[in-house]
Every structure is written in structure tokens, then in C-alpha cells.
């Protein structure tokens, strides 16, 4: 059985999405052990609680510093003993020691095609922002492994999605949701679940 711990920051529709699939049997041997917010208003929460999934809020705000924060952060995700960790909307820097302890068991789900609209400065609307103002005919969403840099991690499955006339930042952010990321984060769960995912040469593979 996989156990996960998701990190959110707002409203936990990709949190749902997963939840959903778990309990639908789409996502297979996963448990959701823990649901870890750095927002306490954050709805994601609240979805957890509606699940009786355990969920904590630990804000930076909190900490007299950000290395005392990070310490405890890590300490936290710890406690669960999770085998994977998904970041779905986790707006917080990842502590340098936690990326290093869970290399290759840490994933991120990105709303767009990696390498397009990625990066420091590249979340939520904005990235639909620039989607619309550079006039690209294609998005989607990416999975991936998360590393040392933003966005920069081993890639291992993408969703492409048309944009349509009159899109709006809005409206293409939540067509990029429901076709691409509340699709492919549960099915990426599912894979690593059941031992399809490894890496080879940086690159992640997914076998048959
Ligand atoms: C999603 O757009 C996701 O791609 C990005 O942050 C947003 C989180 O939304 N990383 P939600 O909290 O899952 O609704």
C-alpha cells in the first residue's frame, strides 16, 4: 500500500480529484496518510477533514525563521513515514533536505506543458496569463519528479489541451483542470502505486 501525504495551499481540487480516485478504485494500493497545508484558510483542508484524512496547517508564519520552519516541515512529513509525497498547488518552497530525503518520491503537478510557461513566477493564473498573451494554440499539465530547481525535476506524464476562442485566463485554467490535472496526478499516483515509474538517466520512465 503506497502511502501518500499531499501538500496543498488553496482550494484542493487536485486534492479532491485524488480522494475521489482513491475511493473510486482508479488509483489502486494508495492510502492518503496526510494532508499537510501551509494556509489555514486553505479549503484543502477541509476536503481532507470531509474524508477523515488527518490534516495539519504548518505556515511559516509561525517560525521565528525560515530554516526553524523548514526543520519542522520535514519533521512533520516524516511523521506520516510517507512513500510518496504530492505537491497539488503547494506554494511553499520545498526545504533543500526534504527534496534530497524523497529524490524521485516527491511529485508536482504543473499547469502547463513543461518546459512552456514553468519556472520562478509561473503558478496558478499566471500561467494561463501567459499562455493567452504569447497566443500558444496548445496547453496542458505536466507530473513530475521535484528536484532542486522550479519545475525542473524528471517529467513523467503530460496532458496536452486545445485553448479555444474568447478563452479567458479563467476559463482555460479550469478546462486545463478538469481535462489535464484531475486526470493525470491520480493516474501518475496509480503508476508509481503499482511499480510503473522508475528513473533511468534522469529521465522517468514508465513501463508496460
Ligand atoms: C493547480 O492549478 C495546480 O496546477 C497548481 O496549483 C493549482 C492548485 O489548485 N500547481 P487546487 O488547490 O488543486 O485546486
Not at 521535484?146 to 474568447?166: C, F, N, R, S, Y
Request: glycine share 8%; charged share 25%.
Amino acid at each position: 500500500m503506497l502511502r501518500i501525504v499531499v501538500m496543498v495551499s488553496g482550494g484542493g481540487t487536485n486534492l479532491q480529484a485524488i480522494i475521489d480516485a482513491v475511493e473510486n478504485g482508479a488509483v489502486r494500493n494508495t492510502e492518503i496518510v496526510g494532508v499537510i497545508s501551509n494556509n489555514k484558510n486553505a479549503y484543502a483542508l477541509e476536503r481532507a477533514k470531509k474524508h477523515n484524512i488527518p490534516a495539519k496547517c504548518i505556515s511559516p508564519k509561525d517560525f521565528r525563521s525560515r530554516e526553524v520552519f523548514n526543520e519542522k516541515l520535514l519533521e512533520e512529513v516524516n511523521a506520516y513515514a510517507p512513500d510518496l509525497i504530492v505537491l497539488a498547488g503547494f506554494l511553499v518552497v520545498i526545504p533543500p533536505a526534504m527534496i534530497v530525503k524523497y529524490r524521485n518520491r516527491m511529485i508536482n503537478i504543473h499547469p502547463s506543458l513543461i518546459p512552456a510557461f514553468c519556472g520562478t513566477g509561473y503558478y496558478g493564473l499566471k500561467v494561463h496569463e501567459a499562455a493567452l498573451h504569447r497566443g500558444v494554440k496548445v496547453v496542458g499539465a505536466t507530473v513530475h519528479f521535484v528536484d532542486e530547481g522550479t519545475d525542473t525535476g524528471p517529467i513523467i506524464l503530460q496532458k496536452a489541451v486545445e485553448v479555444q476562442k474568447g478563452d479567458t485566463p479563467e476559463v482555460l485554467q479550469r478546462r486545463v483542470m478538469e481535462q489535464a490535472e484531475w486526470r493525470i496526478l491520480p493516474e501518475v499516483i496509480d503508476l508509481i502505486a503499482n511499480g510503473k515509474v522508475s528513473v533511468v538517466d534522469g529521465k522517468a520512465v514508465i513501463s508496460d
